[in-house]
C-alpha cells in the first residue's frame, strides 16, 4: 500500500522560508511524476509545481522564481523550497504522484498546513 507522507508545514512571518518534504511508503512505477498542490481557504486546490522522474520541471506562474521542487529518485522523495513566503501562500499543501506508466495511478498526502502571517 502507497503513502505519501508529508512534513515541513507551519507557521512562518512573511519574507520567510519552509522547506516541504514528502516520502512515499510502498511501490510506486518509477516513472511518474511528483508534485505539489496547494487549497487556500474557499478556493480550488491548484497546482504549485511538478517534476518529471528525469528532472524536468514544471511551476505555477505565480510562483516561478520564489518556490523550488526537487526529488531524490532514490528515496522516493519530492521537496518543495519556498522562499520570500506571502500571507497569500497561506494553504493546506498537499503532495501528489501521478505514475505515467503501468497502472497510471495517482496518490496524495493528507495535506500539510503552511501558515504565513506576522
Known amino acids: 500500500q502507497v503513502q505519501l507522507v508529508e512534513s515541513g508545514g507551519g507557521l512562518v512571518q512573511p519574507g520567510g522560508s519552509l522547506n516541504l518534504s514528502c516520502a512515499a511508503t510502498?511501490?510506486?512505477?518509477?516513472?511518474?511524476?511528483m508534485g505539489w498542490y496547494r487549497q487556500a481557504p474557499g478556493k480550488q486546490r491548484e497546482l504549485v509545481a511538478a517534476?518529471?522522474?528525469?528532472?524536468?520541471?514544471s511551476y505555477a506562474d505565480s510562483l516561478k522564481g520564489r518556490f523550488t521542487v526537487s526529488r531524490d529518485n532514490a528515496k522516493n522523495t519530492v521537496y518543495l523550497q519556498m522562499n520570500s513566503l506571502q500571507p497569500e501562500d497561506t494553504a493546506v499543501y498537499y503532495c501528489?504522484?501521478?505514475?505515467?506508466?503501468?497502472?497510471?495511478?495517482?496518490?496524495w498526502g493528507q495535506g500539510t498546513q503552511v501558515t504565513v502571517s506576522s
Open positions: 510502498g511501490v510506486i512505477f518509477s516513472y511518474n511524476v
Open positions: 501528489n504522484i501521478e505514475e505515467l506508466a503501468g497502472r497510471q495511478r495517482v496518490y
Open positions: 517534476i518529471h522522474t528525469g528532472g524536468s520541471t
